[in-house]
């Protein structure tokens, strides 16, 4: 560190300097300017001619720093300081840490630095206004690496003003090399101390202290999906996003279809953004005040501030994957002026974790719970027994999931972060939130859980980097779960992560996916969670064979429509007061609607884009339907519902007609405003060929006509006549989806869900088999599509070769058998050639 590779002769003039203005340096001078400074540089010269704002400033050298080392003779000390440092041991780690601290601290700069900096800073002031405020970042020359982040290693100090406090800023900057976490983070990615030097950049602030800002990244944070942009947004200054001192808003943007002019934000999620950084008059830079109550309740960012910050995201991505001649997923942080309402990026980098991960294995957690298992994957191995059907596991608390793993292990609650040391190995941690400093333990930690932060706040960064669960924004983990409790963390179950009470048997699985056979019959995915999609995604398929909007309509929306439709004439006052809550933010609620379906079906369609989604039309009863929101004024009671106001019926009906114009508007925006002309809109329950066109009439009342813009139409094949009438459909629709679980009920005439006769539910009776391969052959005879939904070919092998004997075109699975089921499908096409 203070002796300089080369002699200060030999260097160039760039390399000599003690300052240099950001657009003076690019990416490859990490080595002088340090990571985050060349990123700056880098982006002001060659991209904002492509409109992205970047905040303009100076940077002081890797050459500055040695040279302050070196003419104080500091190298010396510092390794003698350090030749017995332990990082395993907190306390030795933090007594090092705070020695090599104060030796920086107390060790003047010399003239030629502090003038040169303090020169720079009255440029700025002249560009700008006097005093102006600035933010004084450290920038390390190992850092912003594509496999080390150093993420929040060093200090920041914002609302930095005057020529003093920017050279006390950039002071106790230098000394921030020797954080704990900085030391103990280099220890851990084999860095020498030794050999790294930290530069220093004053940025010109951006007053998002008066608006909003936020964190995005060009990948998804938690599955690795490329083609998606997160966007996460609270209101004031970065630093509360960054370490997880609030929950920001969400967003999700789809880059392939934006690229091509389109609006597809496939989700939004509100935080509850209870704090907000500004700036302080006082002796100190900033503060934290509450936002009020009608703040909290609204997006931070508009529509169209979305699809500028993802449009510069695909641009930053597009950039430093043609710097570095691979895919580069970027890690960017935003900011908007609350004076001028103009965006800016202030940093970026490149994505960690995501981006090092190989795509060639599958790795799959699920928790064994009798009969019933949660998770995604393929698994048939494992070494815990099950739990009775009759033990629920018992929640105890629930936030955001980071990771798609399951751990375990006593919980340690650790709220100061000077009991560091009281952390054990192999414990979970449960804590407000964390920062750098907690870095030291949490590589310990078998999970982590917080109170607070989002998934892109300290926690979620440093745990993912890690490979360990955490479940972030829980709200109240610190006061529901007890010293020494022992849990389970399980973050294999969707978006939402749970803490279960004790130590569940779960099972892991890899498998690797290079060999996997390609099969002449697609293999298509049943996919009801929006919120799985992505992950569901990695899995080899075909596409989508069943999207169910039951499962948005019922988790995401939990409102009848016809609810949100004739909301003024609602006559129970309680329900009306709990829709108004749930659509606080809709004038019109009936909007409510087709934005949460539209996005839970945008999801789904970007997921698995451009591969087919099939996306089926509602198909709950009356009994189902009544049990939303609502929903008993507009349901009648039927004595069977399974064969009453179902499906196709309802939607050309006067008592539901203005509700399936919702669904059609839905599915619309996604694929005309969102691009995704993937999704395939499937009727489900339709008894006759005329009421298809019916329904097909409807749809292209709410602009869903078929045969425009490629638009589809498929049918549920399920009941008797949509076999025996199989070609007069196909007149009507463009594909077939058996559904086998109601035809076979329809064929056997049963109830399956009757404990008399559910003995005689068998998707594999001679009746139900003639039925599909009647199906089958009218379809194939009229050149129309047809695939099969339900449960009988996961379940049973010689069904999946039944179907594959009789040429169907798709199986579509539930997704833990996808694998299993293809494996058996290529077996059989492999006999039959």
């Known amino acids: 560190m203070a002796t300089v590779s080369k002699s200060t002769l030999s260097l160039s003039a760039q390399e000599r300097s003690l300052i240099l203005?950001?657009?003076?340096?690019?990416?490859?001078?990490?080595?002088?300017?340090?990571?985050?400074?060349?990123?700056?540089?880098?982006?002001?010269?060659?991209?904002?001619?492509?409109?992205?704002?970047?905040?303009?400033?100076?940077?002081?050298?890797?050459?500055?720093?040695?040279?302050?080392?070196?003419?104080?003779?500091?190298?010396?000390k510092l390794r003698k300081l350090f030749a017995d440092l332990d990082v395993e041991d907190v306390k030795n780690l933090r007594e090092?840490?705070?020695?090599?601290?104060s030796l920086l601290i107390h060790t003047p700069f010399p003239v030629e630095l502090r003038e040169a900096i303090a020169t720079a800073y009255?440029?700025?002031?002249?560009?700008?206004?006097?005093?102006?405020?600035?933010?004084?970042?450290?920038?390390?020359?190992?850092?912003?690496?594509?496999?080390?982040?150093?993420?929040?290693?060093?200090?920041?100090?914002?609302?930095?003003?005057?020529?003093?406090?920017?050279?006390?800023?950039?002071?106790k900057c230098f000394a921030s090399i020797f954080t704990d976490r900085a030391i103990s983070y280099r220890h851990a990615k084999g860095f020498d101390h030794f050999s790294i030097a930290l530069a220093v950049g004053v940025q010109k602030m951006v007053r998002?202290?008066?608006?909003?800002?936020?964190?995005?990244?060009?990948?998804?944070?938690?599955?690795?999906f490329k083609d998606a942009a997160l966007i996460t947004a609270a209101y004031g200054l970065g630093e509360n996003v960054v370490q997880g001192s609030v929950n920001p808003d969400e967003y999700y943007v789809f880059k392939p279809t934006l690229k091509a002019g389109f609006r597809p934000i496939i989700d939004k999620k509100l935080g509850s953004k209870e704090l907000k950084m500004i700036y302080d008059d006082g002796s100190k830079f900033t503060k934290n005040v509450s936002v009020s109550p009608s703040e909290r309740g609204k997006f931070a960012l508009s529509d169209e501030e979305i699809l500028q910050l993802a449009n510069w995201a695909c641009l930053i991505e597009d950039h430093y994957s043609q710097v570095h001649g691979i895919s580069t997923p970027m890690d960017i942080e935003w900011a908007k002026d609350g004076i001028t309402n103009q965006l800016f990026i202030v940093q970026a980098r490149p994505e960690t974790v995501q981006s090092q991960k190989t795509g060639n294995v599958l790795r799959s957690y699920r928790l064994l719970l009798g009969n019933r298992e949660w998770g995604i994957g393929n698994g048939e191995k494992s070494t815990h027994s099950p739990l009775p059907d009759s033990q629920s596991p018992l929640t105890l608390v629930t936030g955001r999931a980071i990771g798609e793993a399951i751990s375990q292990g006593?919980?340690?609650?650790?709220?100061?972060?000077?009991?560091?040391?009281?952390?054990?190995?192999?414990?979970?941690?449960v804590?407000?939130?964390?920062?750098?400093?907690?870095?030291?333990?949490?590589?310990?930690?078998?999970?982590?859980?917080?109170?607070?932060?989002?998934?892109?706040?300290?926690?979620?960064?440093?745990?993912?980097?890690?490979?360990?669960?955490?479940?972030?924004?829980?709200?109240?983990?610190?006061?529901?779960?007890?010293?020494?409790?022992?849990?389970?963390?399980?973050?294999?179950?969707?978006?939402?992560?749970?803490?279960?009470?004790?130590?569940?048997p779960f099972e892991v699985e890899e498998v690797p996916l290079e060999n996997l056979p390609r099969t002449r019959t697609q293999i298509l995915m049943n996919v009801g969670n929006p919120q799985e999609a992505l992950s569901l995604s990695a899995i080899p398929n075909d596409g989508v064979g069943l999207a169910r909007t039951e499962f948005i309509i019922a988790n995401q929306i939990q409102i009848h429509p016809m609810a949100l439709i004739h909301y003024d004439s609602l006559k129970d006052e309680f329900v009306k007061a709990k829709i108004a809550d749930i659509t606080s933010l809709y004038d019109e609620k009936p909007q409510y609607f087709v934005d949460k379906l539209a996005q839970g079906i945008g999801r789904i369609a970007a997921a698995f884009y451009p591969k087919p989604v099939i996306v089926r039309t509602s198909d709950f009863k009356s009994n189902e339907y009544a049990n939303l929101l609502g929903g008993r004024q507009f349901e009648p009671h039927e004595e069977n519902p399974m064969l009453g106001w179902r499906g196709a019926a309802r939607y050309y009906d006067e008592g539901y007609r203005e509700a399936f114009a919702l669904e059609c508007h839905a599915i619309k925006r996604v694929r005309e405003d969102m691009g995704l002309t993937n999704v395939i809109p499937m009727i489900p329950f339709c008894r006759t060929p005329d009421e298809g066109r019916l329904v097909l009439a409807e749809m292209a009342k709410n602009g869903l006509k078929q045969g425009v813009n490629d638009l589809q139409v498929y049918v549920m094949c399920e009941l008797p006549n949509n076999v025996i009438m199989a070609e007069e459909f196909a007149e009507v629709f463009d594909g077939f989806s058996i559904g086998s679980n109601d035809l076979t009920q329809l064929t056997l005439g049963l109830d399956r869900d009757s404990a008399l006769v559910a003995r005689l539910f068998d998707e594999r009776s001679q009746g139900v088999k003639r039925m599909v391969k009647m199906?089958?052959?009218?379809?194939?005879?009229?050149?129309?599509?047809?695939?099969?939904?339900?449960?009988?070919?996961?379940?049973?092998?010689?069904?999946?070769?039944?179907?594959?004997?009789?040429?169907?075109?798709?199986?579509?699975?539930?997704?833990?058998?996808?694998?299993?089921?293809?494996?058996?499908?290529?077996?059989?096409?492999?006999?039959?050639?």
């Open 431 to 504: 804590t407000e939130r964390t920062d750098p400093d907690w870095e030291p333990i949490m590589k310990r930690a078998s999970a982590i859980v917080t109170n607070s932060g989002g998934r892109t706040c300290h926690a979620a960064i440093i745990a993912r980097e890690l490979g360990v669960p955490a479940i972030v924004g829980c709200g109240n983990a610190t006061e529901i779960l007890k010293p020494g409790q022992e849990v389970t963390i399980s973050c294999a179950e969707g978006e939402e992560g749970k803490v279960y009470a004790g130590l569940l």
């Open 21 to 76: 203005w950001f657009d003076e340096v690019g990416i490859a001078d990490i080595p002088v300017v340090g990571g985050k400074n060349a990123s700056l540089g880098e982006m002001i010269q060659q991209l904002t001619p492509k409109g992205i704002n970047v905040p303009t400033g100076f940077a002081t050298t890797a050459y500055a720093y040695r040279y302050f080392i070196q003419s104080a003779g500091l190298e010396a």
């Open 775 to 833: 199906a089958i052959e009218a379809a194939k005879k009229c050149d129309r599509k047809i695939g099969i939904c339900g449960q009988a070919p996961s379940d049973y092998p010689e069904f999946a070769q039944f179907l594959v004997e009789q040429g169907i075109d798709s199986i579509s699975l539930n997704p833990d058998s996808v694998l299993k089921t293809m494996l058996e499908v290529a077996k059989v096409e492999s006999s039959n050639s």
């Open 208 to 224: 998002s202290d008066l608006a909003t800002s936020g964190v995005m990244f060009s990948i998804d944070t938690e599955t690795g």
């Open 96 to 101: 090092r840490g705070k020695k090599a601290r």
């Open 122 to 171: 009255q440029s700025l002031c002249e560009r700008y206004h006097a005093e102006t405020d600035v933010a004084v970042r450290s920038s390390a020359t190992a850092e912003d690496l594509p496999d080390a982040s150093f993420a929040g290693q060093q200090e920041t100090y914002l609302n930095v003003v005057g020529a003093e406090g920017v050279l006390a800023a950039c002071h």
């Open 410 to 429: 006593k919980a340690r609650l650790i709220l100061d972060v000077q009991k560091l040391d009281q952390f054990q190995a192999g414990e979970v941690l």
